[in-house]
C-alpha cells in the first residue's frame, strides 16, 4: 500500500505552511498560533455574525 502524500494548509493565524497529519494543533502550525486565536476569541476581536435581537430558547420553560 502506497503511502499517501502529506496534506499542507496554511495556518490560519500566522499563514505559514503546516501539515494536516500528526498536528496535535490542527488548524494551526503551533500551540502559540492556537493560543493567539484563542485570545482573539476571548478578548472579542473575533465574532459570529448574527442579529443581536434575535430570540433564543429558553429551556427552563420546558415541561
Do not use: V
Amino acid at each position: 500500500m502506497a503511502d499517501k502524500p502529506t496534506r499542507t494548509y496554511p495556518c490560519p493565524q500566522c499563514k505559514k505552511p503546516t501539515r494536516w497529519d500528526d498536528n496535535p494543533w490542527r488548524p494551526f502550525c503551533s500551540e502559540r498560533c492556537k493560543l493567539i486565536d484563542l485570545g482573539d476569541w476571548a478578548s472579542e476581536r473575533h465574532s459570529i455574525a448574527g442579529d443581536p435581537d434575535a430570540p433564543t430558547d429558553d429551556l427552563d420553560n420546558l415541561s
